[in-house]
């Protein structure tokens, strides 16, 4: 019979937490500073790779069975899952890179979109600002839905409202896409742990949101169909009508005194203020 882990963590396991989802963090934080045209996604991946090493962690990516790099770097029309590599960034490329550490057997998972700087169509660029804009507004609707949500169907409601108030992507005229074969998860001594979380609607209301639950809120969004498939690879996921794709993500905690975001070193303050929600530290 299968163990199952609780959904729920302990003060203690949710303390063993932050250290982990800072160093995600900071690896994030490198990569973005080092994001300019010219560089390729490979190199990105190593900035990555040595900040968390630098902090005696290691990549949980890498933990992963057949993956091999510290990061995933989608580029345009990648969504997700792209393999960092010989690719490199053009101005006005919009880039989604995702990143996370185990540091004494706990985990972090987050990831960020970046809009390549430099000489580009302006139009373009807007536009897929615009879609990088809704993806992580509707990750911060979601992690603000956490705080008093009953059910995890209720954040799933507050991620899809947010993301369908965006309205017509600039580039499709269509509403944004939000994939359904990719969701976020639980996390916590494993990168990927019970329950799934969607980021759309479903006539199951979800497991009860109560303290002690840590969740990685992860919304995947495209300007135009939410249609995708797997690239030759096996690993990048890529939308069938060649529009663009972002990510956003960060793992969340909530605890007795209220929420707070491992994967940012501010816990959410600047993400949660409009939604009048003060984060607050676990320890
Ligand atoms: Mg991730
Ligand atoms: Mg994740």
């Given amino acids: 019979m299968a163990f199952r882990r609780s959904l729920y963590k302990s003060r203690a396991q949710l303390e063993a937490m932050i250290e982990p ?10 990569v973005r500073a080092a994001v300019r045209p010219g560089i390729s996604t490979g190199e990105l991946d190593a900035i990555a790779d040595r900040v968390i090493a630098d902090r005696g962690a290691e990549s949980n990516f890498k933990l992963v069975r057949g993956y091999h790099n510290t990061t995933c770097i989608s580029v345009n029309d990648q969504v997700v899952h792209g393999i960092p590599g010989s690719r490199v960034l053009q101005p006005g490329d919009i880039v989604s890179i995702d990143a996370g550490a185990q540091y004494r057997g706990w985990n972090g998972d987050s990831a960020i979109t970046v809009i390549v700087p430099g000489e580009a169509d302006s139009a373009l660029v807007d536009a897929r600002q615009a879609l990088s804009d809704v993806t992580e507004g509707s990750m ?4 603000a ?3 008093t949500a009953k059910h995890l169907g209720d954040i799933s409601a507050a991620i899809e409202d947010h ?3 965006g309205g017509p992507s600039v580039v499709s005229g269509r509403p944004y896409g939000i994939l359904r074969e990719y969701v976020g998860h639980g996390i916590g001594r494993k990168m990927h742990e019970s329950p799934s979380l969607f ?7 979800g497991a009860e949101v109560r303290p002690g639950l840590v ?5 995947m969004v495209t300007a135009g169909s939410d249609q995708t498939y797997v690239e030759d690879d096996d690993w990048t996921v890529t939308t069938t009508d060649g529009s663009d794709g972002s990510h956003w993500e960060h793992s969340v905690a909530l605890h007795d005194g209220g929420i707070w975001v491992l994967t940012a070193p501010d ?3 600047a993400g949660l203020a409009p939604y009048g929600i003060t984060p607050a530290p676990i320890a």
Avoid: K, Q
């Fill in 21 to 30: 989802g800072l160093i995600t963090a900071a690896s994030l934080a490198a």
């Fill in 215 to 219: 969740l990685a809120i992860e919304p």
């Fill in 140 to 143: 911060w609707a979601g992690v």
């Fill in 267 to 269: 816990g959410g303050a």
């Fill in 199 to 205: 980021n759309y609607r479903t006539s199951d209301r």
């Fill in 145 to 147: 839905a956490m705080a």
């Fill in 163 to 165: 993301i369908l108030a």
